[in-house]
């Protein structure tokens, strides 16, 4: 059964602070890594999708790193704003498009 | 283009009674999803749709949760009857294929149970 970790639960930083969220996975047979973010009240909105065969994807601040055999994934966050405070989730999915969330790390950056 | 919308936003019954959920997918988006997400916990999936045709209901607790899928779009979630410890915030998702890309949520139902 897949598991899926991500640490810390909970991050607290200034505002400029570039930070590292990580997420680690128990199956590394998988077809893709997901990120979310989630602000209360909201569902869940898609910022980055690697595949199994790539190395990380970048958006904008966000950068994505997949490392499958090891089964880990980091999300950096460059120049973190007060606006990046939500929370992050990964999830990683197999055949049939089904995904297998991790509990996610709340962020608050601070002005 | 619209999103993937759900009502209502939240629900508060008393256990034992019977809740229903419903959801709109985006247009021409095949496969619809139902996630429960309990407090501090990552979504887990209850239901998978294909068109309307049941995919995945593994982890869906099928002695008090139903689904249904009617003509492949809208769908409805149904709990009966239902227990404190389905309180949890139910979102629907849907994607136009399986690659993941276009994979988007509703904003989701907050359901209490007192």
């Known amino acids: 059964k897949q598991e899926v970790t991500q640490i810390p639960a909970a991050l607290s930083v200034p505002e400029g602070e570039n930070l590292v969220l990580n997420c680690s996975f128990t199956d590394s047979a998988i077809y893709n890594l997901q990120w979310f973010r989630q602000d209360p009240g909201k569902g869940l909105t898609s910022l980055l999708l690697?595949?199994?065969?790539?190395r990380e994807q970048t958006s904008g601040r966000l950068n994505a790193s997949l490392d499958k055999s090891s089964g880990r994934s980091t999300l950096y966050i460059a120049a973190s704003q007060p606006g990046d405070s939500a929370t992050y989730l990964c999830a990683v999915r197999r055949g049939g498009n089904k995904l297998t969330f991790g509990t996610g790390t709340q962020l608050k950056v601070e002005l | 283009e619209a999103g993937v919308a759900q009502s209502p936003r939240y629900k508060i019954i008393e256990k034992r009674q019977s809740v229903a959920f419903w959801c709109n997918p985006i247009s021409g988006h095949a496969t619809l999803y139902w996630y429960q997400q309990i407090l501090g916990q990552g979504p887990k999936l209850l239901i998978q749709f294909q068109n309307n045709g049941v995919v995945d209901d593994s982890q869906l607790p099928k002695d008090r949760f139903s689904a249904e899928r009617l003509k492949g779009v809208d769908s409805t979630l149904k709990i009966q009857p239902a227990k404190l410890e389905d309180s949890a915030v139910y979102l629907c998702a849907s994607s136009p294929d399986r690659s993941g890309y276009g994979y988007t949520f509703g904003s989701g139902t907050r359901l209490t149970v007192v």
């Open positions: 690697i595949q199994s065969s790539q």
